[in-house]
């Protein structure tokens, strides 16, 4: 039986949510699966992936194949590398110690990289609404100083009529 790691799509139209299971190759997209792995959310930025590692590997030693964009799903994280570094186990060209300490190390550098594409995100958002906040400010601004120039004007006008008046009358 040819199983492969693939999407399950879920979730309304226009919503999408996937699952990441292992299944049948011949078995309808949606149908039935042998086993959950994960679950992809693409409506998050950045998106939302759930996975069982280690599930995932078992499954990839096993012989399944993943469809490119599971690939794609299981390279980022970190599923496909902990296969290789198994397989580098099995050869006896690491030790489990060394492979698991370079998995941490590359689990550690691919975190700071999704915390940094976070906080830039962040930053944009926080950039973009106080730059709609001036905006909206300086147009509150001129709406007010449009209509209050006309009352200044009027009242410098009638200072200067009673101030002449006054001279005229010292006179």
Do not use: C
Not at 93 to 122: H, I, R, Y
């Amino acid at each position: 039986m040819p199983v492969k790691i693939r999407l399950q799509r879920h979730g309304k139209k226009g919503k999408p949510y996937y699952w990441i299971v292992a299944a049948d190759a011949r078995s309808k997209r949606d149908g039935r699966y042998l086993e959950k792995i994960g679950s992809y959310n693409p409506n998050t930025n950045p998106a939302t992936i759930e996975l069982d590692v280690d599930g995932a590997v078992t499954w990839l030693q096993n012989g399944a194949q993943p469809t490119d964009t599971a690939k794609a799903i299981l390279s980022y994280k970190g599923a496909l590398l902990k296969n290789h570094l198994a397989g580098g186990v099995r050869k006896g060209a690491l030790t489990e110690e060394q492979a698991e300490a370079k998995f941490n190390a590359w689990l550690e550098e691919k975190a700071s990289k999704v915390q940094t594409k976070a906080d830039g995100l962040a930053k944009a958002d926080a950039d973009a609404k106080a730059k709609a906040l001036e905006a909206e400010k300086a147009v509150n601004e001129a709406r007010i100083a449009a209509a209050a120039p006309v009352v200044e004007e009027a009242t410098e006008e009638a200072d200067a009529e009673v101030e002449a008046t006054a001279n005229n009358e010292e006179e």
